[in-house]
């Protein structure tokens, strides 16, 4: 209910994990018993990006929602799909959160 109630709060958030999450499934990159990142933990690192973009305020994740998601349509969901430098910096933040593991 965290999650949810954090996407609820800014109309780019639910179509960029989506679009994440779908590219890490076609890539093979979303199986932790692969040694790769989980779809929860692709989930958790949007919203960690668009919290260090100042989109989701830094208490997105503080508050469980009480009420359900709405039903977003298609149409909806691609009417605020973020702008490629958008995912550009978002895969950027990803890598050097890499490299830096790596050292």
């Not at 989506?18 to 499934?25: F, I, N």
Request: with cysteine.
């Amino acid at each position: 209910r965290m999650i949810q109630a954090a996407l609820n709060q800014a109309p780019v958030a639910l179509p960029m994990v989506l679009l994440v999450k779908r590219w890490a499934k076609i890539e093979g990159l979303n199986k932790a018993y692969e040694k790769t990142l989980s779809p929860l933990a692709w989930t958790l690192l949007c919203l960690f990006f668009l919290i260090r973009q100042k989109v989701l305020p830094s208490n997105a994740l503080a508050e469980a929602s009480q009420t359900a998601a709405p039903k977003r349509e298609p149409e909806e969901l691609c009417r605020h799909c973020p702008e490629k430098e958008v995912l550009a910096d978002f895969f950027s933040m990803v890598c050097a959160l890499g490299t830096r593991n790596r050292q």
